[in-house]
Nanobody, 121 residues
Framework: QLQASGGGLVQAGGSLRLSCAASGRTFSLRRMGWFRQAPGVERELVAAIRWTGISTYYADSVKGRFTISRDNAKNTVYVQMNSLKPEDTAVYYC????????????????WGQGTLVTVSS
């Protein structure tokens, strides 16, 4: 089970940190990702991280502004979002991969509920 939190309303240029806590078969986790989906737009993988922390992936649209990290002891993955823009407004979802696929692939096995991020101009 994945529980996402941390969404909210922020002004452009501001920051938010999203959290995703995993429970259950956490020993199977291999990769965690954050997706976002705005109305009428295809779901986008914005960041991903190996559970070992060895490698990360960022979409071009968020490079240099978002940082993904994980706390193995807490079974939690975070995404720190800085310099937010109105175009970052979306529902953000966390996802878990228990297979260990390529870091940038969009295929995941489990999904959390979304958390809404709204960036005002």
């Amino acid at each position: 089970q994945l529980q996402a939190s941390g969404g909210g309303l922020v002004q452009a240029g501001g920051s938010l940190r999203l959290s995703c806590a995993a429970s259950g078969r956490t020993f199977s986790l291999r990769r965690m990702g954050w997706f976002r989906q705005a109305p009428g737009v295809e779901r986008e993988l914005v960041a991903a991280i190996r559970w070992t922390g060895i490698s990360t992936y960022y979409a071009d649209s968020v490079k240099g502004r978002f940082t993904i990290s994980r706390d193995n002891a807490k079974n939690t993955v975070y995404v720190q979002m800085n310099s937010l823009k109105p175009e970052d407004t979306a529902v953000y979802y966390c996802a878990a991969d228990i297979v260990g696929r390529t870091i940038s692939t969009k295929t995941y096995d489990y999904w959390g509920q979304g958390t809404l991020v709204t960036v005002s101009s």
